[in-house]
Each structure stands twice: as structure tokens, then as C-alpha cells.
């Protein structure tokens, strides 16, 4: 079995999401195992353009995204998501750890009183 692992160090854009989506094709699996909604990749596959924030940008290619215990989900976006990628005509498969975090509605007013 192979593993490929694409981790950034960098701030800002590294183009990570395009080294994903050219390593999906071989996978079983894509997993984005830290971070939150507040990072994305765009990809584009012909004329379309997905932007994603959580999900795995492998379910593109058909590929089961799994959300790992490091990610903090924002449901709000997580479901947006879900809406977009399946008016585009893909049913994205997704496993989310039952450890993921959960941003919920009183983070962000806290998070907006400080």
C-alpha cells in the first residue's frame, strides 16, 4: 500500500489542493487530518470550479473524504458544501471522526464579544 502525505509549511496559497487532486486519482482515500474552514483549495476540472474548506477536495474524483479528530467542523459550511459539490452533479462519500471538533453557533458570538 502506498501513502502519499502533502503537508504545507508555508503561509497563504502552496497550491496543496492541486497536488491533492492530482494524487486522488490513485487513492481510496483523501483525508484532511487538522484545521478549519478558515483555509480552502480551488480546484478546476474543465470549465468547473469546486472551492472547498473541510471536505477532502479527492471526493471530486469519487474518492471517500475522511475528516479527521484535528479538523473543527463549522456544520453551517460543512453542509454548503455538500449543497454545492451535489447541485454540480457529485454525491460526495465523507467519514467524519466522531473526536472532529464542532464550531457551535455561541463560538462565534463569543468569538465576535472579544
Not at 11 to 37: L, P
Amino acid at each position: 500500500m502506498v501513502v502519499n502525505l502533502v503537508i504545507g509549511t508555508q503561509w497563504g496559497d502552496e497550491g496543496k489542493g492541486k497536488v491533492v487532486d492530482y494524487f486522488s486519482k490513485d487513492a481510496n482515500y483523501v483525508v484532511r487530518f487538522q484545521g478549519g474552514n478558515n483555509a480552502g483549495h480551488t480546484i478546476k476540472v474543465g470549465k468547473e470550479v469546486y472551492k472547498l474548506h473541510i471536505i477532502p477536495s479527492g471526493v471530486i474524483q469519487g474518492k471517500i473524504g475522511l475528516i479527521g479528530n484535528g479538523v473543527v467542523i463549522d456544520p453551517e459550511v460543512l453542509i454548503n458544501e455538500i449543497d454545492q459539490l451535489t447541485k454540480k452533479g457529485i454525491k460526495p462519500k465523507i467519514l467524519i471522526s466522531n473526536r472532529a471538533n464542532i464550531i457551535m453557533p455561541y463560538h462565534k458570538i463569543l468569538d465576535g464579544a472579544e
